[in-house]
């Protein structure tokens, strides 16, 4: 089995900067691809940020100038690198990876997701 284990959040002022990790453990794995995601209290789940394994990337405009994501491949840990920071980015952040399996059907895997707070 895969699991997520995520790091980095914590409460920062307007403009701060904080960088989340996301390790993968488990036996025999690959990944096709990884990626931030990020929920506010009383919405969806939005797609933050994304990168594949070959290092292509990918983010939304909000979060563009801003976060960066990149990619342990040794070791498929992906970061996020979250600069200038707004009251808007307060979120839970979750990592999600895509598996493929022996079985040919991909798996997804969610982390338990971090808390990142920004204040004014």
């Known amino acids: 089995q895969v699991q997520l284990v995520e790091s980095g959040g914590g409460l920062v002022q307007a403009g701060g900067s904080l960088r989340l990790s996301c390790a993968p453990s488990g036996y025999g794995f690959a990944i096709n691809f990884m990626a931030w995601y990020r929920q506010a209290p009383g919405k969806e789940r939005d797609l933050v940020a994304r990168?594949?394994?070959?290092?292509?990337?990918n983010n939304v405009d909000s979060v563009k100038g801003r976060f960066t994501i990149s990619i342990d491949n040794a070791k498929s840990t992906v970061y996020l690198q979250m600069d200038s920071l707004k009251p808007g980015d307060t979120a839970v952040y979750y990592c999600?990876?895509?598996?493929?399996?022996?079985?040919?059907?991909?798996?997804?895997?969610w982390g338990q997701g971090t808390q990142v707070t920004v204040s004014s």
């Open positions: 999600n990876a895509n598996v493929p399996t022996t079985t040919g059907r991909d798996l997804i895997v």
């Open positions: 990168i594949t394994g070959d290092g292509r990337t």
